[in-house]
């Protein structure tokens, strides 16, 4: 080898290495993306003063496939966060689409309205729940942390994550240069086939805990209900799964489909081609579509569901919303429950810096935390999902509560409470329900 080559690549990459150390990143928290979960955790961390950095491979306002539908869980959020957001999202019909129920569709076609919360509807200010495109709630979301407290470092991606003595140095791309930072403290928020959870928490992807999804934008789709109700259509060829229509601002819809992986590999099942069948053929909805445009492509994600318990912490790291695998087993939600785990990892992580202890012991409360928080519901809504298999099930309860307003009642305090809602986790409590109205 030329010797003089040799001394200048070597220089070479002394000065670039002396380079990257020079421009490392040093911070207590660095939270790794900037979707609902990362988001909120750095909005709470912004309300408590506590500088952070926050990093996120895409640039904002950004995409993320996702059926649109926002909770009262968000509005929970948002609403500890600074109530005054909530209005600011309501006061923005061309984003912002206020909706007040669901439609239940089962396989045989026939459905029922159940509107959400029904006996406190009059008192609320807004509507219980919301849809709006990720691009625009994320970024709205986004615009609203404080760079007087955050760095924000768009465009980078996290590649590579190491222990060091003093914490955790993780590596990224930005604009071909790679780049270093290093913290005490590692928030995992990078949704599906996050980095973190995979090289600090050993996460996999489990197909029987595991959702696939696709997504498509329709414009022209009609006969929505008059107060926007969301639709479950929940069609034989996809069940353990089901069609959703999400009525969108501006005359659009959200329409896709989602199918437990397990099941769909073990059915064979093209998503893609059910999902255009079902809008060509299903008596419910073929009419309603007779005039509709796809906009775009049809693109699919993944939905790590939180219906298994995980280790979501560890020596010096957090996993929060997807990355922690959080999404609600039966209805695919999971952005309330991202921005739940973004507040909750906020509290910890103040905790932890208060203490100086970032040792896996002390992080383990964040695990408690969140599993008291969120498991009654995961456990049981893996319950219904496993309800789902039996079609007829279905046909059955929609079926009656088409002709009871009684039974259609106790669905809707169903939707609103947990506690109605676990009286109703095995078969024999449908049977006994359904009988009685
Ligand atoms: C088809 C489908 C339909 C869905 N429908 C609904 C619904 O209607 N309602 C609902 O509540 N939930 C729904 N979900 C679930 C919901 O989309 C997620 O639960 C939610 O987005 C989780 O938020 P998050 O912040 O954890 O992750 P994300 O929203 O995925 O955000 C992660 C962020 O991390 C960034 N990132 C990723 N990798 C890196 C990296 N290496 N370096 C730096 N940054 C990185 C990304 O750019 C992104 O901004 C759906 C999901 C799918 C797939």
């Known amino acids: 080898m030329d010797c003089r080559l040799w001394t200048a690549d070597f220089f070479h990459r002394f000065a670039a290495s002396n380079f990257l150390i020079l421009a490392s990143l040093n911070s207590d928290i660095i939270i790794a993306g900037a979707g609902p979960a990362g988001a909120t ?3 709470f961390l912004c309300k408590e003063k506590i500088p952070h950095v926050i990093i996120d491979k895409a640039k904002f306002p950004r995409d993320k496939i996702c059926g649109d539908a926002l909770s009262g869980k968000v509005v929970e959020v948002l609403n500890k966060l ?5 209005d600011k999202l309501y006061n923005d019909p061309a984003l912002f689409l206020g909706s007040y129920g669901v439609k239940f569709a089962a396989p045989n076609s026939n459905y029922i309205d159940i509107p959400f919360k029904t006996d406190h509807l009059s008192q609320l ?8 495109k990720r691009i625009h709630f994320d970024h709205f979301l986004f615009q609203q942390i404080d760079r007087q407290y955050a760095t924000i470092i768009e465009e980078a991606a996290i590649t590579e ?3 060091t003595d003093e914490g955790v140095n993780i590596y990224y791309e930005q604009a071909g240069e790679k780049k270093t930072a290093s913290c005490k403290l590692l928030i995992g928020a990078e949704g ?3 980095i973190v959870a995979r090289k600090l928490a050993h996460h996999n992807m489990e197909p029987e805990h595991y959702c696939a999804g696709l997504r498509a934008y329709y414009t022209g789709v009609k006969n929505f209900h008059p107060q926007d109700f ?9 069940l353990p799964g089901y069609l959703w229509v999400f009525p969108l601002p501006n005359g659009e819809a959200n329409v896709g489909v989602g199918m437990l992986s397990k099941a769909a590999s073990k059915k064979k099942i093209n998503l893609k081609q059910t999902m255009l069948k079902a809008i060509a053929e299903n008596p419910t909805i073929k009419d309603r579509f007779k005039d509709a445009e796809l906009i775009g492509e049809i693109k699919g994600w993944g939905l ?3 219906s298994k318990k995980r280790k979501i912490s560890g020596k010096n790291f957090m996993l929060t919303g997807d990355a922690a695998s959080l999404i609600d087993p039966f209805t695919g939600e999971g952005i309330g429950n991202a921005m739940m785990s973004g507040m909750i990892a906020a509290v910890h992580a103040k905790r932890a810096l208060q203490e100086n202890r970032f040792d896996e012991k002390a992080m383990a409360a964040y ?3 969140i599993y008291k928080c969120l498991w009654d519901e995961l456990k049981l809504s893996h319950k219904l999902q496993k309800l789902t298999n039996y079609g007829w099930l279905f046909n059955f309860v929609v079926d009656k509560a088409a002709k009871s307003e009684t039974l259609r009642n106790t669905l809707t305090a169903m939707l609103d409470s947990l506690e109605i809602r676990s009286k109703l986790r095995d078969p024999w409590r449908y049977v006994k329900l359904i009988f009685r109205y």
């Open 41 to 43: 955790a750095s909005l």
């Open 82 to 86: 600074d109530p005054s957001l909530v």
């Open 125 to 132: 200010k807004h509507a219980p729940g919301f849809i709006a």
């Open 161 to 163: 994550i190491n222990y």
């Open 192 to 194: 599906d086939r996050s």
């Open 230 to 238: 969301i639709e479950l259509h929940f069609i034989k060829e996809l």
């Open 304 to 306: 790590p569901l939180g």
């Open 367 to 369: 695990d408690e935390d």
